[in-house]
């Protein structure tokens, strides 16, 4: 066959020879076998060993080619080869072989280490199966977290067939940038702490917040959403992969929950490297697949270490103490009592794990089996069985000399119990068929079986009997049919016999091991040398009796417990009368106790060899029986195979080796450590978390070879703390599991024992152990990124917490040393986490400007990134700090008090009067007045004393700039409409706006200092509102004087740019120093704006004056027509016509027009033009008034009447209430021109009809 070659390195296959070996030089007498197995000569001895690796010498392969190597290198020199062999040094040999020895005898020790735990996987008797098994979750590698990110990006950019909204799409882009494109995720995926669960649940906590702030929607709830979009973020991570691949990583990653004798061996191969072909021939040696071989085996390693500690030769350990090496002996002898009562606990037959002892059978009281005065007495009732008989009738030869026709049938019986009968069948074709099943308690059962034909006779009341059969079936019987001749009765006259085909079966009960008959006799039991029916019976785990029987009988002639017997062959009987029936030849084997002696033989070489095997599985004896030839028999299949197989391949030591030879803590820390590497480097997140599988392996080979427990957890600690040192994630709550089990251990001193190698452990362990800890937590941000592994910080706390506190007594001393620890070690980890943010933003200052400036940026940059730690802190780790009061905000103050000292120095590097630093205090001062726990702190007074200075200059530069700023603006002012006002109004209404939007942004902390800013800014921007008025107020004075007194007078445009101007700030400021203090406003509020009113006022009364100067003229002109004047016959001689209402009127369109065009504020333009309105009205109604007496001209009526209806009609248009148009004076005004017109009716000029067209 072929021989598999090395998965790791490339190999030259050989052939092997018909014994399944390779042939080489012979190993010598040092070596167990005489062939080689290696087929790489020997350069991978940890994989494929040699005979010689078994044997500790190398092969002649080996040597030879590292001499082709040496000879090959020296020969490749050509014509130099003198030059080159001189200097060339020969290889120290000593060096090469004592490496190769020492190869060689690591792989015999992990070989000898694998015979144990396969005999652990292949017969467990102590450890459980865990109850609390955690899920698996998938790990992410760098690989994996590389291709998720291209994932991500490609669906960002739209590259995917995904649909989703834009709210989902910010999600996401968030995502990537705060989680994906971490640092801190990159260095946990190396650790290998990161698993596809933990990026899903980070994704899940930022879309529940994100969610949590968007609007109601109405018949979609916020769970609803939060699927939706988890399952988008599962298909943007699987990507195009089939998801039932993802399916079934998910179910591999729990496959070792429970895993099966095959899959652990499987898994132990793969952890211990050994080759399949290895594993088969160690598999067949210690015929793993016979349960009884492996109790047996446990039974003879309890009894050898029964006698190790009676005899006192078990390996002597150093203790601490010497009294405790008495106290050891009992530890041991205690733990024998207990494997003793788990093997006795277990039920007899393990192939049905739903099988439980009955009450009172086959298991015996653990009490009387730890008893160490007494043997406990079987009884006849304890190795009582049930047997089940199977008996099936084929068909019936030879009764020709029936008719037919005839009916025929048989009867079947076990004597005492009932009796069954087939169905009926014709003579001429005898076939049934037909099964019966009994139950019976004897061994040897008697089978009754007869022949029948049916009467046909009247007279006759029964069948008649053709024949009969009687057997004595056994277990041993086998189940194929055989034909057997029925005794006919004597009263038939026919010479043919009768046959009948029938098969047997008798199922052996679940605690029959071997059953047949032997020849014996013994001293005490079965004196008389005679053949008996032998019954091995085990009765418990730990209990077998061996018992004869007669035929018929359900309770055992005679029986022996074989506890305490050794077995083994003899060629002599014990009498030469003790022989054979008809003088055959016999094989014989002895049972020896001490005075006590028993002899059996068999009929036959095999069934000696097999009665031997079984019985020295029962008697659980260290000697193991030993034929004088090679051949021997297969258990499972009764063939002869030979038994040099497994020496030849250098086997057979490995399988005969007592466990009491070997240091099995040595051994199991080897096993621990190269089970935690399998578990880390696999695909699946453990955090050092054994799966259940390698636990349940360990328990078990802790417990069958006495490991001590406390020396288990030790090594356990120190590999995990090995790994941590690597970078690998480990889970503190697993090393704190262990920790506490190895302090409880040392506490009970005075109880237990305690080695000086585990002491020196545990002294290494603590320091090693406060190391990790502190380097832990106060790396905590970059160990730990985003609470991720979950609970990994807090147990880490926790278990540091056990390590200061170890006396269990939290004392109120303990506690405050404790608290000062943490407040010393949150120092230090504000100091790690300041440090790595100072280094990631060093250089992020923009390229193109000074150095202050580059400065200045690189700090704004630091202080977002502490804020934002600490704000991730205070969300990801708060519950975890949240149990020690005041130390997330002490680690906060710290961190804050080493920016300080960068943030000093890019202030004192800005120039005096530079202002970008103010960005600078916003950012703190926003975030540090939202923390209740650093709101007023020491950092924050640190920044408000440093920035007042600056700040109180900065207003003060201000102040000045604006107050320069109206002068020069003011004397360059063009009076063009600018928005609300001009361009110098707008200036400075926008210059105090943004500086009081400054004083409000930097929401000062101190209240009094914040509240004399802002009055600062008040009474500035009130001053510089009056000034700004002032200015304009003499400007409004000055153009409405220029302009000439007539009818057709236009305002200049400019006199509505200065009205808005002072309309407009009026407007804001209620808004720049409209604040209010202890119930009212400040004094100079009230000031300015009554000033303003009293301002708009005069611009209003200023400009109907001006406005109605043209009234006045048309009233003049009208007054020449006044009757008995000189000018009124005059004027009436000139006919006038309506030239003079109509050019009034049109003046007053156009002034209204530009009014309400250009003067944008409202709250100004309708109370004037209503109050214009009433002055007009007024200057009539006093002119008529002063007419009451005289006539009016027709003239001056219809002049009046043209005025008034123009007036109604433009004033109504630019948005006068008809009731203030339609006031009594207007009343007046059309009774008097009614009464008028009425008194000239006969005259046609006086007969005006108003007409709206006008």
Not at 366 to 387: G, I, V, Y
């Amino acid at each position: 066959m072929q021989v598999p070659s090395s998965s790791d390195e490339d190999s030259d296959t050989g052939e092997l020879s018909d014994n399944g070996s390779q042939h080489s030089t012979s190993g010598g007498p040092g070596s167990i076998g005489s062939a080689s197995l290696a087929p790489n000569n020997g350069r991978r001895v940890s994989s494929t060993p040699s005979v010689s690796s078994l044997g500790g010498q190398l092969t002649a392969g080996s040597n030879g080619s590292r001499r082709q190597s040496v000879t090959g290198a020296a020969g490749s020199g050509g014509g130099g080869m003198s030059g080159v062999m001189a200097s060339i040094s020969p290889p120290d040999l000593s060096i090469t072989l004592a490496s190769e020895d020492d190869k060689e005898e690591k792989r015999k020790e992990l070989l000898q280490m694998y015979v144990f735990v396969l005999r652990c996987i292949a017969y467990p008797f102590n450890a459980t199966h865990p109850s609390d098994i955690p899920r698996r979750y998938i790990k992410v590698t760098r690989t994996n977290l590389e291709t998720i990110r291209q994932r991500f990006i490609s669906f960002l950019n739209g590259d995917t067939q995904i649909v989703a909204d834009e709210a989902f799409i910010l999600s996401v882009e968030s995502y990537c940038d705060v989680f994906l494109s971490s640092d801190r995720i990159t260095n946990l995926v190396k650790s290998g702490g990161c698993s596809s669960h933990d990026l899903r649940e980070l994704f899940r906590n930022s879309i529940e917040k994100r969610v949590r702030r968007l609007p109601d929607v109405e018949g979609i709830s916020r769970e609803t959403v939060i699927s939706s979009w988890l399952a988008k973020y599962d298909a943007i991570y699987r990507g195009d992969e089939d998801p039932r691949r993802s399916n079934a990583r998910m179910n591999a990653a729990n496959m070792d929950m429970y895993l099966s004798k095959d899959h652990l061996y499987d898994l132990f191969q793969g952890i211990m490297d050994v080759p399949k072909y290895e594993h088969q021939i160690l598999y067949n040696a210690c015929q793993l697949d016979n349960s009884d071989e492996q109790a047996a085996q446990i039974r003879r390693e309890l009894d050898a270490l029964r006698h190790a500690i009676e005899n006192n030769t078990l390996p002597q350990l150093e203790f601490i103490k010497n009294e405790m090496k008495l106290r050891y002996k009992e530890e041991r002898w205690n733990a024998y009592k207990q494997l003793k009562e788990n093997l006795e606990k277990l039920p007899l037959s393990k192939v049905n794990p739903d099988h439980k002892p009955k009450k009172g059978g086959h298991i015996i009281n653990a009490s009387m089996l730890m008893s160490e005065d007494s043997e406990s007495t079987l009884t006849k009732s304890d190795t009582a069985l049930t047997f089940t008989l199977e008996v099936i009738i084929h068909e019936v030869q030879g009764i020709s000399f029936l008719q037919p026709h005839k009916i025929v049938y048989c009867t079947m019986e076990v004597e005492g119990g009932e009796k069954l009968r087939t169905d009926a069948a014709l003579a001429d074709k005898p076939k049934w068929r037909t099964q019966g099943d009994f139950k019976t308690n004897q061994p040897l059962p008697v089978l009754k079986i007869k022949l029948y034909t049916e009467n046909s006779s009247l007279i006759s009341l029964d069948d008649k009997e053709l024949g009969r059969l009687v057997l004595y079936p056994n277990s041993n019987w086998l189940e194929t049919p055989e034909n057997y001749v029925m005794t006919a009765k004597h009263h038939q006259n026919n010479n043919e016999k009768i046959k009948i085909k029938i098969g047997v079966k008798m199922d052996k009960p679940q605690g029959m091991k071997k059953c047949g008959y032997l020849y014996c006799m013994g001293q005490s039991h079965w004196k008389k040398w005679k053949k008996r029916f032998f019954v091995l019976i085990q009765v418990s785990q730990y209990t077998f009796a061996l018992c004869s029987f007669h035929t018929k009988k359900s309770d055992p002639q005679e029986m022996i417990q074989v506890d305490g017997y050794t077995v083994d062959y003899t060629d002599s009987p014990p009498d030469e009368n003790c022989k054979g029936e008809n003088k055959a030849e016999l094989f014989h084997f002895k049972g020896v106790k001490e005075g006590d002696w028993i002899s059996f033989a068999a009929a036959d070489e095999n069934d000696r060899q097999l009665w031997i095997q079984k019985l020295y599985q029962a008697t659980g004896q260290t000697h193991k029986p030993v034929p004088h030839n090679s051949v021997s028999i297969s258990l499972n299949s009764g063939r002869p195979i030979d038994r040099r197989g497994a020496r030849n391949h250098g086997m057979e030591d490995f399988v005969q080796a007592n466990p009491l030879d070997f240091d099995h803590n040595r051994l199991f820390s080897q096993l621990q450590s190269l089970s935690l590497e399998k578990r880390l480097n696999d695909n699946y997140t453990s955090l050092g978390w054994l799966s259940p599988g390698l636990k349940f392996l360990l328990d078990e080979f802790c417990a069958r070879y006495g490991v001590r427990s406390c020396y288990r957890h030790l090594c356990y600690i120190n590999e995990l703390l090995s790994y941590a040192d690597k970078g690998q994630m480990i889970d503190a709550t697993l090393i704190q599991y262990s920790y506490m089990h190895c302090i409880s251990h040392f506490k009970n001193s005075g109880s237990v024992t305690i080695t000086v190698r585990e002491k020196e452990m545990l002294d290494d362990i603590n320091t090693k152990l406060q190391a990790w800890l502190t380097k832990n937590i106060t790396n905590f941000w970059n160990y730990y990124p985003f609470g991720k592994p979950d609970g990994a910080l807090k147990a880490t706390v926790q278990l540091f917490e056990k390590l200061k506190m170890d006396d269990g007594r939290k004392t109120e001393n303990q506690q405050k040393e404790f608290a000062a620890e943490m407040k010393k070690l949150m120092e230090i980890a504000a100091l790690e986490n300041y440090t790595s943010l100072s280094s990631c933003v060093q250089g992020t200052g923009g390229g193109n400007g000074t150095d202050y400036e580059k400065k200045l940026e690189e700090v704004i940059v630091l202080a977002e990134s502490c804020r934002d730690l600490l704000r991730m802190t205070e969300e990801y780790y708060d519950d975890i700090w949240s149990k020690f009061p005041g130390l997330l905000n002490y680690h906060s103050e710290v961190l804050w008090s080493l920016f300080s000292v960068d943030m000093d120095d890019a202030i004192k590097a800005q120039p005096e009067d530079t202002w970008n630093c103010f960005m600078l205090f916003q950012l703190l001062n926003d975030y540090l007045k939202n923390e209740p726990n650093l709101r007023n702190g020491k950092f924050h007074k640190h920044l408000r004393l440093l920035f007042a200075p600056k700040v109180i200059r900065y207003i003060d530069l201000m102040e000045s700039s604006i107050a320069l700023s109206i002068n020069v603006n003011f004397q360059k002012e063009t009076w063009i409409p600018v928005e609300g006002g001009n361009a110098a109004s707008e200036d400075l209404l926008y210059k105090l706006g943004k500086l009081q939007q400054f004083v409000s942004y930097l929401s000062w902390p101190d209240e009094v200092f914040g509240k004399h800013l802002t009055q600062r800014i008040s009474l500035m921007a009130a001053d510089m509102i009056g000034s700004c008025v002032k200015r304009t107020s003499d400007f409004f004075e000055v153009k409405l004087k220029r302009g000439r007194r007539n009818i057709d007078y236009l305002l200049p445009p400019e006199i509505c740019v200065a009205i808005n101007v002072v309309v407009s700030c009026l407007r804001q400021l209620m808004e720049l120093c409209g604040n209010e203090t202890d119930g009212g406003q400040h004094h100079y509020h009230a000031d300015v704006k009554t000033y303003l009113n009293n301002t708009l006022l005069m611009f209003r009364n200023q400009l109907i004056q001006k406005l109605n100067a043209s009234t006045e003229l048309v009233l003049s002109k009208l007054s020449n027509y006044d009757e008995g004047t000189i000018t009124a016959s005059i004027f009436s001689w000139m006919k006038p016509g309506n030239e003079l209402a109509t050019n009034y009127i049109k003046t007053i369109g156009r002034n209204l027009k530009m009014l309400s065009e250009k003067i944008i504020h409202e709250e100004f333009m309708l109370p004037m033009f209503s109050c214009w309105y009433e002055k007009i009205l007024y200057l009539i109604n006093e002119w008529l008034t002063d007419r009451m007496d005289v006539s009016l001209h027709p003239y001056q009526i219809s002049t009046i009447s043209l005025m008034m209806q123009g007036l109604q009609e433009y004033f109504e248009g630019v948005g006068v209430k008809e009731a203030d148009i339609k006031s009594h004076l207007f009343h007046s005004i059309k009774t008097h021109i009614q009464i008028e017109q009425g008194s000239n009716r006969d005259s046609d000029k006086s007969n005006v009809v108003i007409d709206a067209s006008t």
